[in-house]
C-alpha cells in the first residue's frame, strides 16, 4: 500500500456516502416488514456509538503510552463498528419513519403544546444534532485518510490528520449516544 494512490477512491466513498444518506430521507419508505422490529435499531445503535467512544478513547490512551499495536487493534476495531452502524443506520431509516423530537403522541407533528412541554431542551438537542450530523458527514475522508497514512507507514501525516480526526469521530460518537437518549422518549 506503500505506494498506492486511494485519493480518488477516498474522495468517491466520501461524497458517495452522505448523498445515498441524504437520498434515503427523501426516498419515500417502503412497505416492507423485514421479520424484525426495527425500532431496537436506535438502541443497537447508541451501543455501537458508545463502544467505539470507548474504543477511540482507548486508542488514544494506547498511543500515548507507546501501544502500537493495541492503538492499531482499537482504531481497526472502531472502524468496523462504524461500518455496521452505518449499515445499520442506513436500513433503519429505509425501513422506518423519523422520530420528531417532542412529538409525545406520535403523531408525526409537534404541536405548540408539545414544544411547550420540551421548552429550551429542543434547541440544546437540535444544537446536538446538527453538529453530530455535519460531522458525521464530513468525518469519512479524515478518518479514510487517517488510516492510509497509517498504513503507508507515514507516521508523520498519520499523526498530523488524526489530531484533527480524533476528536470529531469522538465527539461523533459520544453525541450519537446524547442524541439516542435525548430522543428515546418520543420512539
Known amino acids: 500500500m506503500q505506494n498506492k494512490n486511494l485519493n480518488v477512491?477516498?474522495?468517491?466513498?466520501?461524497?458517495?456516502?452522505?448523498?445515498?444518506?441524504?437520498?434515503?430521507?427523501?426516498m419515500p419508505h417502503p412497505n416492507y416488514?423485514?421479520?424484525?422490529?426495527?425500532?431496537?435499531?436506535?438502541?443497537?445503535?447508541?451501543i455501537l456509538n458508545s463502544a467505539t467512544a470507548?474504543?477511540?478513547?482507548?486508542?488514544?490512551?494506547?498511543?500515548?503510552?507507546?501501544?502500537k499495536k493495541a492503538h492499531k487493534v482499537a482504531n481497526l476495531s472502531a472502524v468496523g463498528l462504524s461500518a455496521v452502524f452505518l449499515l445499520?443506520?442506513?436500513?433503519?431509516?429505509?425501513?422506518?419513519?423519523?422520530?420528531l423530537f417532542g412529538d409525545m403522541d406520535h403523531n408525526g407533528v409537534v404541536d405548540a403544546a408539545?414544544?411547550?412541554?420540551?421548552?429550551?431542551?429542543?434547541?440544546?438537542?437540535?444544537f446536538v444534532l446538527l453538529t453530530h450530523i455535519f460531522l458525521a458527514a464530513i468525518i469519512i475522508p479524515f478518518v479514510l485518510f487517517s488510516l492510509?497514512?497509517?498504513?503507508?507507514?507515514?507516521?508523520?501525516?498519520?499523526?498530523?490528520?488524526?489530531?484533527?480526526?480524533w476528536p470529531m469521530w469522538f465527539y461523533v460518537a459520544v453525541t450519537g449516544v446524547i442524541v439516542y437518549i435525548m430522543i428515546s422518549p418520543y420512539y
Open 114 to 126: 408539545e414544544k411547550a412541554a420540551v421548552g429550551g431542551t429542543r434547541y440544546f438537542y437540535y
Open 148 to 165: 492510509l497514512r497509517a498504513f503507508q507507514g507515514d507516521d508523520a501525516r498519520h499523526r498530523r490528520i488524526s489530531r484533527i480526526t
Open 33 to 46: 416488514q423485514p421479520g424484525f422490529d426495527v425500532r431496537i435499531l436506535p438502541l443497537f445503535h447508541a
Open 88 to 99: 445499520s443506520y442506513v436500513t433503519y431509516h429505509f425501513l422506518a419513519s423519523s422520530t
Open 54 to 67: 470507548v474504543l477511540l478513547a482507548a486508542s488514544l490512551y494506547f498511543i500515548k503510552n507507546g501501544h
Open 9 to 26: 477512491p477516498i474522495a468517491i466513498v466520501s461524497i458517495a456516502v452522505p448523498v445515498l444518506v441524504a437520498i434515503l430521507f427523501l
